[in-house]
């Protein structure tokens, strides 16, 4: 599926947001409760998804474009967890959490 030329998130966003709108007055002032209503109601909530996803597109633009103001290394502020896909694989296993436990508050005496 083709986007229009020269359209980003924000005229994206604004166009679901006013067409939902709209939609959803016509819905209530004709009070249909056929096929068509249960319908048109669907195709409001699809508008409204492509309006929320829209806004959370163009807030992370924003976000990418904005340069750094002295955050660590890691982009978002969000601390990695140190758990990678072994470390998951194993959880499995009762003994091998009980030692990682043991390890991390061996590691951590303060804790």
Do not use: K, N, Y
């Not at 006013?18 to 007055?25: I, P, S, V």
């Not at 004709?30 to 806004?55: H, M």
């Not at 470390?87 to 951590?108: C, I, S, Y």
């Amino acid at each position: 599926m083709r986007r229009f030329a020269g359209s980003d998130a924000r005229t994206v966003a604004v166009v679901a947001a006013l067409a939902a709108f709209w939609l959803l007055a016509a819905l209530v002032v004709a009070r249909r409760q056929d096929l068509l209503g249960v319908a048109g109601a669907l195709l409001c909530v699809l508008l409204a998804t492509v309006a929320g996803v829209a806004v959370t597109a163009a807030r992370q633009h924003d976000v990418d474009v904005r340069p750094d103001r002295g955050q660590t290394s890691v982009g978002s502020g969000i601390e990695p967890s140190g758990i990678d896909a072994d470390t998951l694989e194993m959880l499995g296993d009762r003994d091998a959490v009980r030692a990682m436990r043991d390890r991390h508050h061996r590691d951590r005496p303060g804790l």
